[in-house]
């Protein structure tokens, strides 16, 4: 059961607050920034924070659910598709993409982090189970037939996400551009046997 949502000062909102937060932690870095610059970017008293959260480290875990828990509703749904796992691991693919463009901030704080903290630590793990979930529907795709057996499959998982994960490096959402179609196209096009 989830806790009754804060109330807090008006102009804010939990979500809002998380938002400009991760923005801050991503140019600054989580433990360089504090919590008196984070009142001062908000414009608010840390104690108005507080009215939202208990801490900076509840900023950072939501930060890092946010971004975990969409990429897992994406495993999720490609392990109780039915079909080829060639045909689930693109749909992995598809939604990963679409999970970080839809949460690119938090992504991009997901990706940076290295496991200086706690929460940093438990987010690592929860990273190293879904790239094994990936690694394992490679796996499948092989024995399938469908995946070329001539390269390990902890390599193919690992490359393939390395090309997703670039992405906060460099993306721009643009309107009328795919880039779920572009990266599953070089993609599946190189790892699809003939």
């Known amino acids: 059961m989830e806790p009754a949502?804060?109330?807090g000062r008006p102009g804010y909102d939990q979500e809002s607050l998380l938002a400009v937060a991760v923005k801050v932690f991503n140019e600054r870095g989580y433990e360089a920034t504090s919590m008196?610059?984070?009142s001062r970017k908000l414009g608010i008293t840390k104690s108005a924070i507080y009215h939202h959260v208990s801490s900076k480290d509840e900023l950072l875990r939501l930060a890092m659910d946010r971004a975990l828990d969409?990429?897992?509703?994406?495993a999720d749904e490609?392990?109780?598709?039915?079909?080829?796992?060639i045909d689930r691991l693109e749909?992995?693919?598809?939604g990963s993409v679409a999970v970080?463009?839809?949460?690119?901030?938090?992504?991009?704080?997901?990706l940076r982090a290295r496991g200086n903290?706690?929460?940093?630590?438990?987010?690592?793990?929860?990273r190293k189970e879904f790239d094994r979930l990936v690694t394992d529907l490679v796996k499948q795709a092989e024995a399938e037939g469908d995946v070329r057996p001539d390269?390990?499959?902890a390599v193919t998982s690992r490359l393939l996400f390395g090309m997703v994960n670039s992405l906060i490096e460099w993306y721009k959402p643009r309107s009328g551009v795919s880039i779920a179609d572009a990266v599953c196209t070089i993609a599946f096009d190189g790892l699809r046997t003939r």
């Open 5 to 7: 949502p804060r109330r």
């Open 36 to 38: 008196e610059e984070l």
């Open 70 to 74: 969409g990429l897992f509703g994406v």
């Open 78 to 85: 490609a392990q109780a598709m039915d079909g080829r796992a």
């Open 91 to 94: 749909h992995l693919v598809r």
């Open 100 to 110: 970080l463009v839809d949460r690119l901030p938090f992504v991009t704080l997901l």
């Open 117 to 126: 903290t706690k929460i940093e630590r438990a987010a690592v793990a929860r």
């Open 151 to 153: 390269v390990d499959p």
